[in-house]
Every structure is written in structure tokens, then in C-alpha cells.
């Protein structure tokens, strides 16, 4: 089973910054299959991008996802007050699973 | 509009049985694979299986596998989670999701969810 380790825990951040959330992998995730979801409190979760950088119907292109092997990245270019959420990163080989979240906070 | 609609809310005691649903529209049901993804209260996602409703394939994870079943009823685009006898830690919420395409790929549409609770 591949364990995904998201960094950081928390991460405290403005309005208009940019932010860069990480996702490690225990090994080598098959074809970059590696997806990142937003989540707000009570709700579902949402796909922001996939593949690991195809944006989802509908997400603005202030998110980008990227990376391959074991290293992938979520980036928010400049940040707006909706974008404070958990985000989870998620391999959907084999055998999915995904990490603990981030937890993206207002400073 | 695509969407997946679960079942409400169940309060249930510990040794009972359960079977929560997932109603899909807005699309060829049979041809997406549909999950389920539990949450405990204040944790993280747990990938728990899959199922494709055309011919009820199904894939466990490891630590779901035995605990759970995950069926489907096309003719009325509806997929199921069960349970034959609850434990208090299966309280949780639990996710209906949509993947995008193949057996392993993305969750792009989900359900609402459907808290369950275990309680003596």
C-alpha cells in the first residue's frame, strides 16, 4: 500500500499570497495518478486537479498541481478568502489511498 | 445536472444491520465506476471500495474488505453500502463519489453524505 505524507500540517497564509502544499508518496505512484481535493466544513469533498495537472470542470487556473514519482505539488497562485480549506492529496493506483490533509488557514 | 443523492442521517445500535444508498442522475449510471469514502468525525479520507453498476464489479480495499458491502442497482441507477453488524467505530461519515472514467482514476462528482452513527 503506498502512504501519501502531506506537508505542511498547517499552513498559515493572507489573502493574495501564494501557497505550496506537498504530497510524498512511500513509492512511486504508476502514471502520476495523483488527484487534489479541497474540503470545507461540512462538505463533500471537491476535485481541484488530476493526472497530476489537469484542473477539473470548473477550477480556476490559480491551481495547479504537478510533480511525478514520489513528489507531487499543489500550488494556489495568489489566494482568495474561499480557498482556505483541508486539502487532500490522493494516488488512485491500484490500491488508493489518501493523505492526512492540509489544513490551509487565514494569518 | 449530474449529481449523486445518498440517504439520510441513521442512528443505530451496535450489533444492528444497515444499508445506506446513493442515487445518481444526469448521466449513464452504469457506465461510471461509483465509491465509497468514509470519515471519521474530525479525521481524514478512507478509499473503501468501488463498484461498476454495469456488471457489479467490485474492489475492496485491504482494510475494508469483509467489513462492508458495496452493491448496485442499475435499473434504478442506485449503488448501496452495507453493514451486518454495526460497531461503535464505524460511526463515521460516509461519501458516495463518481470516478472520472477507468476503475482507478478520480472522484469528480460526490454525493452529499450520509452520517451514520453507532450508539448504545
Known amino acids: 500500500e503506498i502512504v501519501l505524507t502531506q506537508s505542511p500540517g498547517t499552513l498559515s497564509l493572507s489573502p493574495g499570497e501564494r501557497a505550496t502544499l506537498s504530497c510524498r508518496a512511500s513509492?512511486?505512484?504508476?502514471?502520476?495518478?495523483l488527484a487534489w481535493y479541497q474540503q470545507k466544513p461540512g462538505q463533500p469533498p471537491r476535485l481541484l486537479v488530476y493526472?497530476?495537472?489537469s484542473r477539473a470542470t470548473g477550477i480556476p487556473d490559480t491551481f495547479s498541481g504537478s510533480g511525478s514519482g514520489t513528489d507531487f505539488t499543489l500550488t494556489i497562485s495568489r489566494l482568495e478568502p474561499e480557498d482556505f480549506a483541508v486539502y487532500y492529496c490522493?494516488?488512485?493506483?491500484?490500491?488508493?489511498?489518501f493523505g492526512q490533509g492540509t489544513r490551509l488557514e487565514i494569518k | 445536472e449530474v449529481q449523486l443523492v445518498q440517504s439520510g442521517a441513521e442512528v443505530k445500535k451496535p450489533g444492528e444491520s444497515l444499508k445506506i444508498s446513493c442515487k445518481g442522475s444526469g448521466y449513464s449510471f452504469s457506465s461510471y465506476w461509483i465509491g465509497w469514502v468514509r470519515q471519521m468525525p474530525g479525521k481524514g479520507l478512507e478509499w473503501m471500495g468501488i463498484?461498476?453498476?454495469?456488471?457489479?464489479?467490485?474492489t475492496y480495499s485491504p482494510s475494508f474488505q469483509g467489513q462492508v458491502t458495496i452493491s448496485a442497482d442499475k435499473s434504478i441507477s442506485t449503488a448501496y453500502l452495507q453493514w451486518s453488524s454495526l460497531m461503535a467505530s464505524d460511526t463515521a461519515m460516509y461519501y458516495c463519489?463518481?470516478?472520472?472514467?477507468?476503475?482507478?482514476?478520480?472522484?469528480?462528482?460526490w454525493g452529499q453524505g450520509t452520517m451514520v452513527t453507532v450508539t448504545s
Open positions: 513509492q512511486s505512484v504508476s502514471s502520476g495518478y
Open positions: 463498484i461498476y453498476p454495469g456488471d457489479s464489479d467490485t
Open positions: 463519489a463518481r470516478l472520472t472514467s477507468r476503475r482507478w482514476s478520480a472522484f469528480d462528482i
Open positions: 493526472g497530476p495537472s
Open positions: 490522493q494516488q488512485y493506483g491500484s490500491s488508493p489511498s
